[in-house]
């Protein structure tokens, strides 16, 4: 097998954590098989890591993208174990577990327990009793792609779904729930009501299943997770996984375009050509679009048909007197009725102390998303008094930030829009086309680094399976 050159020459199109674990776990599989892989890794920008970037300024641990994990997904923990960073973990601080929104004019803390919740003024009673009639509702009968809004309106109430729902999935997605579909977003929601009947049926019987199998009970997101990061911040994972390649990583080489002749590809950048058995597309959907216009311009237009929506992450620094409002938290969300620009703000050195200098803090705010498509025109002058302004607001802030950071990203966060299965359907039906064509990363099947390395390992189980069949 090591000699069959007809299944290891393996192209991997961006150095983002999804393309990096892709060549990563490929290479490692591949050497446990006996096969001499050829590999290589064209990554269109200046260095690697796409938005899983760490910048360490003035004391600041400052995140261009994700500024964590959750534990909850075995594959990143087994990556983890893989690049022998289990040591350099850092757990999110016990009082990440305050969270807030800024509702009605007022920062309101959001109780998780279920008495304290009722008690608390986040919703009017009405709201409160339309959520307990949950348990009540009927299952969804129908098999149209429903959206997020219309899921939570359904089940929850009006007041849930625009109070916290839509904070929530802005939050995560920087998405509106109007648009995105709950099938592609929230996948386990959509199974618990089809198996149980309703989120609080399963929450029950997911209970008792626990108590007999001695599992923890998972809710809508999966069982019970805490956020992690790195003691130099994420930037930490892909640089490890840069680091295991040498000449095979090349910087500056953006893909123009792929052929396919013969059961092999071809894969072209502006001054070189590669030939390739297997092409990985980890890039963002819209330049795979361009990359496989000549192979399939239908799959491309699928692809250029998935959204994405602008997001700016803000990082402002401020002596802890200049903060009126305790910041020792996770940080607040906020509704768009409130008729405010920024989506939410992180407070990064209270989640993971260490992240700031001694006596500050380092408020993360993000902008932009679904409902702000404007943002990507803001200078970064009018950014920075945007954050700032809302977050005087909210928090009390009497004077200007002492340290300022801006992360522009025009083309930020995938939108699983109502429809992206079907997209995603076309695209699954080249890759069965084309044996050794793959598509990966954050906009398929999940925005999160969790997402992007549990679809690295599916990617690397098909190109064992096609390496054993040869």
Known sequence: MSDNKASNRVVVVSAGVAGLSCAYLIRKNCRKMGINLDLTILEA????????????IDGYTCERGPNGFLDNEPATLELIDMLGLKDRLVPAD????????????????????????????????SAKFRM???????????????????????RLGESFAKLLLDPMVSGIFAGNIDELSLKAVFPNMYSMEREYGGLFKALIGKKREAKKTGKKAGGPGGPGALLHTFKSGMG????????????????SSPVKRIEYSNGSFVVKTEHELFEADSVILACPSFEAATIVNDLDNVTAGKLNAIPFAP??????GHPKENIAHDVNGFGVLIPRSEGIRSLGCLWSDSIFPGQAPVNHHLLRTILGGAHDYAIAEESFSSINSIAHDDMDKLLGINKEPSFKKIFRHP????????GHLDKLSVIENLEKDLPGLFFTGASYRGVSVNGCVKDAFRVT??????????
């Open 411 to 418: 083309k930020g966060i995938a939108q699983y829009i109502v």
């Open 461 to 470: 189980d098909l190109y064992g399976n096609i390496v054993r069949q040869v």
């Open 45 to 56: 920008g200046d260095r690697h890591g796409g938005s899983t970037r760490t910048e360490m």
């Open 132 to 154: 307990g009639l949950e348990f009540f509702i009927p299952r969804y009968k129908g098999d149209g792609d429903e959206t997020v809004l219309s899921f939570g309106r359904r």
């Open 311 to 316: 997001v700016d992450v803000v990082c402002h």
């Open 94 to 125: 016990e009082s990440a577990g305050r969270r807030f929104i800024y509702h009605g004019g007022k920062m309101r803390e959001i109780a998780l327990h279920p008495l304290k919740f009722l008690k608390s003024d986040i919703l009017p009673w």
């Open 236 to 251: 930490e994972l892909t640089d490890s996984l840069a680091g295991q390649f040498e000449s095979e990583l090349k910087i």
